[in-house]
C-alpha cells in the first residue's frame, strides 16, 4: 500500500491503525440526536449508501478505498472480526 504522496505506509503506522484505535469525541450532536438517527435509520427513514465492505487482513485496501478512490460513492466500511 501506498500513501498519497506514492511512498510506501510503514507496517507500523498500519498497525498502529489497528490496534489503536480511539474514539475521542463526536460530531453528531446531542445523544438524543444520535438516538433520532437511529432510529430513523432502522425504520427505512434514512437511506445510506455503502461503497464498500472490507474485513479481515483488507485494511490496506480499505485505507486506500477510503482515502484515494476518486471514483468512490458512499460510505466505506471496515468490519473488525
Same mark, same amino acid.
Given at each position: 500500500?501506498?500513501?498519497?504522496? &506514492? &511512498?510506501?505506509?510503514?507496517?507500523?503506522?498500519?498497525?498502529?491503525? !489497528? $490496534?489503536?484505535? @480511539?474514539?475521542? &469525541?463526536?460530531?453528531?450532536?446531542?445523544? *438524543?440526536? !444520535?438516538? *433520532?438517527? !437511529?432510529?430513523? =435509520?432502522?425504520?427505512?427513514?434514512?437511506?445510506?449508501?455503502?461503497?464498500?465492505? $472490507?474485513?479481515?487482513? @483488507?485494511?490496506? *485496501? $480499505? !485505507?486506500?478505498?477510503? =482515502?484515494?478512490?476518486? *471514483?468512490?460513492?458512499?460510505?466505506?466500511?471496515?468490519?473488525?472480526?
Amino acid at each position: 500500500m501506498r500513501c498519497r504522496r &506514492g &511512498g510506501p505506509i510503514a507496517p507500523e503506522i498500519l498497525l498502529g491503525l !489497528l $490496534f489503536y484505535v @480511539q474514539i475521542i &469525541g463526536n460530531c453528531i450532536g446531542l445523544t *438524543d440526536d !444520535l438516538r *433520532d438517527a !437511529l432510529n430513523d =435509520y432502522a425504520s427505512g427513514a434514512l437511506s445510506v449508501v455503502i461503497d464498500s465492505v $472490507f474485513t479481515g487482513n @483488507q485494511v490496506g *485496501d $480499505f !485505507l486506500d478505498r477510503m =482515502y484515494n478512490a476518486k *471514483d468512490r460513492l458512499g460510505k466505506v466500511v471496515y468490519c473488525y472480526d
